[in-house]
């Protein structure tokens, strides 16, 4: 029965031990103790937090570069493109101004071909006149002395004055 | 080793305390052997005795031998009577042979170790005897300011390390104490009181610490442990009382309301279960107080009971008690681990349940 009877003065002992114990130990041990464990805890989350978030930067970083990169890239090809295009349209274009200039050059010629036919022709025209005026006074001349042989004469003249 | 002033220092203080203690036993040893050796009887061995008085408190820290010719640390004796205090050592009862003479005639009844009043006819005196009030510093109690003391110096020079390193990786012992204290505080208070769980956890902590502490003292069988503390019912009472009187004061309307009208259930059966709610609120720490006072003092007496078989053995023959010795220290070693288990079993079930307490104190209504 003895062990189960609380003793008086443990109890006493007890309690006062005990609250200087808890009270000691919470206001120079405990307190200080958890702040700094929280703290530390705190310090290594806000650590972990960064790195993660300077991971993260990291990441959209590159993706940025490379998104800089790939529109570089584009930029350039869309340059080289328009480039090209634009080459390609001058080309066309000399190439539509050059034949076009030929064609006129041409038809220049053609026309110079054919003003100075119309000045040949006007010209051997004149010259027939000329000269079947030459053969008429010659026919006439002739004329004068036999008639068969007026358009014997004629004839021969005819043929050698063929026109072309 | 690296020695600097500060060991030194350390270490003389250890070798004065350990001095100090020598010569109280010394001379208490050498005044029993000059008076009596030769009256010495053959006395039968009593293991339910020698166990009761291992498991009990006493008012000398009993080291080694019996009777007249025991060793040990006479401790303070402090009574409060009716003449008012009156303070001795307990080394003059010469373990009970002797009485005292001071304001009254005291002597130590052998039986319970307890200080009685004796009249002029030297029988006890009942009535003076009944107005003692015994504050000695008895073998629990040097043992609970020991204790206090080591937890002191521990917890104080973990939290100048924590303040000397700020945001370092712990080390030394606080690197051992850093895990309990964030178990304690994580794994019991956390989970088992809520939001408000801050406020409980230093108390927590001290209850914890202080009953590992304990128990695993108890487990030690020579000078600084030895005595049962943690296994004694006044410890744990007082214990389970603050954590009684603290899930009381924290109560919310809530809490009584659920003990006084459960909310949801028929007038007729509150009649019944109002009764069993109240009870319920002391059964608890009751609960509590017997739980760690019967599991300390339990490993104890399995622990004495295993040696007490040597002499039981050893009486009937020598070769018996030799015999029997091999396979009592092979289960007091067994015994001694599972203990060192139960030491950090108890204390964490102790801890756990007044958080559990002080949670359902705590709740706040909502199912």
Known sequence: MELVKPAIGLIFWMLVTFSILVFILTKFAWKPILAMIKEREQTIENSLNEATKARYEMSQLVAKNEELLNQAKEERNQILHNAKEAAEKVKADILVKAQKEAEEKIQMAFREIEIQKKAAIVEVKNSVGIMALEIAEKVIRKELKSNNEQVEYVNKLAKESNLN | ?367
């Open chain 2, 1 to 367: 080793m690296n020695y600097t002033p500060k060991t030194y220092f350390k270490h003389i203080l250890t070798a004065a305390f350990i001095a100090v203690l020598a010569s109280f036993s010394v001379s208490a040893f050498a005044e029993e052997t000059a008076e009596k050796a030769e009256t010495k009887t053959e006395k039968k061995f009593d293991a339910g005795k020698l166990i009761i008085e291992h498991i009990s408190d006493n008012h000398e820290w009993h080291i080694l031998g019996e009777g007249e010719n025991a060793v040990a640390i006479p401790l303070p004796v402090i009574l409060y009577t009716a003449k008012g205090f009156d303070c001795f050592s307990s080394g003059k009862f010469h373990h009970g042979e002797e009485t005292v003479e001071s304001k009254y005639k005291y002597k130590l009844l052998e039986e319970n170790n307890h200080v009685v009043i004796l009249n002029e006819a030297g029988a006890v005196d009942e009535v003076a005897t009944a107005g003692i009030i015994d504050i000695s510093i008895t073998k629990n109690v040097a043992t609970l300011l020991f204790s206090v003391f080591c937890l002191l110096w521990a917890f104080l020079s973990v939290a100048a390390t924590y303040k000397k390193n700020p945001n370092q990786a712990p080390k030394g012992l606080q690197s051992f104490v850093e895990p309990l204290i964030i178990f304690i505080r994580d794994e019991v208070a956390k989970p088992s009181i809520g939001a408000k769980y801050e406020k409980f956890v230093p108390y927590l902590l001290t209850v914890f610490f202080l009953i590992l502490f304990n128990n695993l003292l108890g487990l030690i069988p020579i000078l600084p442990g030895g005595a049962n503390l943690s296994g004694n019912i006044a410890f744990t009472m007082v214990l389970a009382v603050i954590t009684f009187v603290i899930t009381t004061i924290n109560g919310t309307k809530h809490y009584w309301h659920h003990i006084f009208a459960m909310p949801g259930v028929p007038k007729p059966v509150l009649i019944i279960l109002t009764p069993i709610e109240i009870l319920g609120v002391f059964l608890k720490p009751f609960v509590l107080m017997i739980r760690l006072f019967a599991n300390m003092t339990a490993g104890h007496i399995i622990a004495l009971s295993f040696f007490a078989m040597i002499f039981i053995f050893g009486e009937m023959s020598t070769g018996a008690g030799l015999g029997v010795s091999v396979v009592s220290v092979a289960f007091t070693v067994f015994m001694g681990l599972l203990e060192l288990l139960v030491a950090f079993l108890q204390a964490y079930v102790f801890t756990l349940l007044s958080a559990m307490y002080f949670g359902s104190a705590l709740e706040e209504g909502h199912h």
